[in-house]
């Protein structure tokens, strides 16, 4: 069984940065696509940034790319860091990490694609 646990959520002020984390446990001899994913009240989940199973390959939303980066810890990618800079206020959503053992060299954009969720992490950015 994986489990995916997100953390570094909170308040941050406009302009601001926080930096959330993905750990996945469970299953480790494969690596993970990892890829996170953010819901808004009243809007649908939208996909913000992925990175392959390989880790070769990096991909955002198009309202954070140039303002979040997505890395991974090591090459399995069992620790996810999403670094969320210059946020603004429509970044405001519960912010879930996904993950697939499924080998894949594109970054996957469909929640879908995902087998496996973490409980969410609130972000709030207050200005």
């Known amino acids: 069984q994986v489990q995916l646990v997100e953390s570094g959520g909170g308040l941050a002020q406009a302009g601001g940065s926080l930096r959330l984390s993905c750990a996945a446990s469970?299953?480790?001899?494969?690596?993970?696509?990892v890829g996170w994913f953010r819901q808004a009240p009243g809007k649908e989940r939208e996909f913000v940034s992925g990175?392959?199973?390989?880790?070769?390959?990096?991909?955002y939303g198009d309202s954070v790319k140039g303002r979040f980066t997505i890395s991974s810890a090591n090459t399995m990618n069992t620790v996810v860091y999403l670094q969320m800079d210059k946020l603004n206020s429509e970044d405001t959503a519960v912010y879930y990490c996904?993950?697939?053992?499924?080998?894949?060299?594109?970054?996957?954009?469909?929640?879908?694609?995902?087998?496996?969720w973490g409980q969410g992490t609130q972000v709030t950015v207050y200005s």
């Open positions: 469970g299953r480790t001899f494969s690596p993970y696509a």
């Open positions: 990175i392959s199973s390989d880790a070769r390959r990096v991909g």
């Open positions: 996904a993950a697939t053992l499924t080998p894949s060299r594109k970054v996957a954009r469909s929640a879908a694609s995902y087998d496996y």
